[in-house]
């Protein structure tokens, strides 16, 4: 089901859950991720797999500062460097989706605009620094003026 070394850390992530949830209640998974504690905890436990008991400390430093492009940036299952791109498969749904981009999308909506343009989306090798990528627009989920 999973491609060759992964099923090991699948399992391990699904156990982790499923005893956090036996602690915690059923309900408690979907917090996870917004407990920079808890994700610590399953990090050094996944790296206790491998036998490096040692969580590299550019790691802990970004979990902790919640600073979650670091921590994509530190901590790669695959390493192929891709990005997510929405395609018109269905025009009318992906024009109200850029749309969403255009006027700005508040962080309360992102968890539902993600969802909704899952099925919409493929993977694409990320672009090099010379390529034309006029044509892209990056996701930004809060105030727009803070990244301009």
Same mark, same amino acid.
């Given at each position: +089901?999973?491609?060759? @070394?992964?099923?090991? %850390? &699948?399992?391990?992530?699904? %156990?982790?859950? !499923?005893?956090? +949830? &036996?602690?915690? @209640?059923d309900k408690s998974a979907e917090k996870l991720i917004h407990r920079p504690d808890v994700m610590h905890e399953y990090f050094r436990s996944f790296y206790d797999l491998s036998g490096n008991t040692r969580m590299p400390d550019e790691l802990g430093e970004a979990l902790e500062a919640r600073d979650f492009e670091r921590v994509a940036h &530190? $901590?790669? !299952?695959? =390493?192929?460097?891709?990005?997510?791109? !929405?395609?018109? $498969?269905?025009?009318?749904?992906y024009q109200e989706l850029r749309k969403e981009l255009e006027q700005g999308l508040p962080f309360r909506e992102a968890r539902r605009w993600f969802a909704q343009a899952a099925? !919409? &989306?493929?993977?694409? $090798? #990320?672009?090099? #620094?010379? =390529? =034309?990528?006029? %044509?892209? +627009?990056?996701?930004?989920?809060? #105030?727009?003026? #803070?990244? =301009?």
């Open positions: +089901m999973y491609p060759p @070394g992964y099923g090991e %850390a &699948a399992e391990h992530t699904r %156990a982790f859950v !499923l005893r956090w +949830m &036996a602690q915690h @209640g &530190a $901590y790669r !299952l695959i =390493d192929t460097d891709t990005v997510r791109v !929405l395609v018109p $498969y269905v025009r009318g749904k099925p !919409l &989306a493929v993977n694409i $090798y #990320r672009p090099r #620094r010379d =390529d =034309d990528i006029s %044509a892209l +627009m990056p996701v930004v989920v809060g #105030r727009r003026d #803070r990244w =301009d």
